[in-house]
């Protein structure tokens, strides 16, 4: 639903229509984007680490302080990764938003030309996208705001976005990979373990898979067997080095 901000020159009669009109769309895509991402590595990679010790005779001691030193470097790396995707992110729209208000000022009536050639491909003809141009010019701010997402297609990020991004990667980390290794902390025998790390784990995968699925508009089921399948693999692949070359 567009701001209260956003209605301030609309008429009486749709500012109560927009009152009233709750939208049903799903906003949380940055925050559900990096808790797959983080539990998506969290969950494969230490069950293939700890699949693959498992197949090299380790005890599920060894097992348990392997996968939490990598738990504790994944989530660091992950989220620093995070951090710097989005400050990058950050740093290009500053560099794009710059340039754009330097062009309205230097080359202002290129950029309205730019302006009437966006509303041309929405089929808008002259006389009715020559008063919004007009307008536009009128309103420095609303113009810089009309280029940066209709000609740039680029949204203004969330000043906090890069620390809230790490944030969310690393526990989303710590908690997927955690999973794999709760077997070994109560079962002695790594042989033992393994076979119920596999178990729950690939449970918690068609889980996570499933509800990836449902929240970015895949075929969840579909979604869920896919995740599954991949941690399968990794940890198979894993177990089976480690026996040839640990027999």
Do not use: C
Not at 82 to 98: F, N, P, T, V
């Amino acid at each position: 639903m567009a701001g209260e901000n956003s209605r301030v020159a609309i008429e009486p009669e749709k500012e109560r229509l927009l009152i009233h009109h709750k939208e049903k769309h799903f906003t949380a895509g940055e925050i559900v984007r990096d808790i797959i991402i983080g539990v998506s590595d969290g969950l494969t990679v230490p069950f293939a680490l700890a699949a693959g010790l498992s197949g090299a005779n380790a005890s599920s001691s060894i097992v348990i302080t392997a996968g939490i030193a990598e738990v504790a470097a994944g989530a660091i790396s992950m989220g620093l990764g995070g951090y710097l995707a989005a400050k990058s992110e950050a740093d290009h729209y500053a560099r794009e938003l710059k340039r754009e208000q330097e062009e309205i000022i230097s080359v202002p009536d290129t950029e309205a030309a730019e302006v009437a050639e966006i509303l041309a491909e929405y089929g808008v003809e002259p006389h009715e996208y020559a008063p919004v141009v007009n307008a536009l010019r009128k309103r420095p701010q609303a113009w810089l705001d009309f280029m940066m997402k209709f000609e740039l297609g680029l949204e203004k990020p969330d000043p906090r976005r890069a620390l809230q991004s790490a944030f969310n990667i690393a526990i989303a980390y710590i908690l997927g990979g955690l999973v794999p290794l709760l077997p070994y902390m109560f079962i002695p025998r790594a042989k033992d373990a393994v076979v119920a790390s596999v178990v729950i784990t690939i449970a918690a995968l068609l889980v996570f898979g499933y509800a990836k699925g449902y929240f970015t508009g895949n075929k969840p089921v579909k979604s869920a067997f896919q995740t599954a399948l991949i941690g399968a693999i990794a940890s198979a692949a894993a177990f089976g080095i480690a026996k040839v070359i640990h027999p």
